[in-house]
């Protein structure tokens, strides 16, 4: 239904720029679309530029929440449906403040990780006086992941909004049915516990316990899983939202 996160952003083992990931439109647009959405400038998404402990240094701190840009292979979909099947098996505990949404619109993958990533630290991040945003986690705060997704479909105000920001210097924009084949999912601390949050997904994931001195470092950790599981792919990008 949208997309949120401009993305020409470094992606790790070799610079590239990704033009593509989400629907009704597709395409990527401005961090403007986060703003546009009663969002105030207080922390700004920005890329990480590499793993190794220098690099992360860069990165401003703290960080509340990291999305990770990440290719869906033959490989990522097999160990995903393993995963699934494990964790039901085992069980897990996951707090029940964390917010989670399930993504049933198609290519939505942008604007799912961006309410995970706010929704999850609304007690850090300020809001504009009618936001759009903050009017969408008020209505849905009660509402099962599921519900969450059917409000999210007919909410006019987000969709309109992306929309707007999406045709702003944009020269030709993708079909409405081009399929994308990159996918956004978060990683939020939500009580001392780092939280994978994937609306493909049916539940969240626990990655066990983090701070918020550590958390970029033990989010990127769970990062660098993906990527050895696909060693071949390049096209990773990890974003924090720090504090400005």
């Not at 993305?7 to 990931?21: A, P, Q, S």
Request: charged share 25%; aromatic share 10%; net charge negative.
């Amino acid at each position: 239904m949208l997309l949120l996160l401009e993305l020409g952003l470094c992606v790790f083992k070799i610079i590239i720029y990704n033009k593509n990931c989400v629907r009704i439109l597709p395409i990527c647009t401005r961090l403007s679309f986060v703003s546009c959405l009663g969002l105030r400038p207080t922390w700004q998404f920005g890329d990480v530029y590499g793993l190794d402990p220098e690099l992360l240094s860069l990165v401003p701190r703290p960080v509340c929440a990291v999305l990770l840009l990440f290719p869906v292979t033959e490989k990522y979909e097999a160990f995903k449906q393993e995963e699934e099947e494990r964790l039901k098996g085992q069980g897990q505990e996951v707090s029940p403040d964390v917010y989670f949404v399930k993504q049933t619109i198609g290519n939505a993958c942008g604007t799912i990780g961006l309410i995970h990533a706010v929704a999850n630290n609304q007690k850090y991040l300020e809001f504009e006086p009618n936001s759009p945003l903050q009017k969408f986690l008020e209505q849905t705060s009660k509402m099962t992941p599921e519900e969450r997704a059917v409000f999210l479909e007919k909410d006019e105000s987000i969709r309109v909004t992306h929309e707007s920001s999406a045709q702003e210097g944009q020269t030709e924009a993708p079909s409405l049915d081009e399929k994308v084949n990159l996918h956004f999912i978060a990683f939020v601390n939500v009580g001392g516990q780092l939280y994978e949050l994937d609306g493909r997904k049916p539940f969240p994931v626990a990655h066990g316990k983090t701070t918020e001195d550590s958390f970029l470092e033990d989010a990127v950790e769970v990062c660098k899983i993906f990527m050895a599981r696909d060693p071949q792919e390049v096209r990773f990008t990890i974003i924090a939202l720090s504090k400005d």
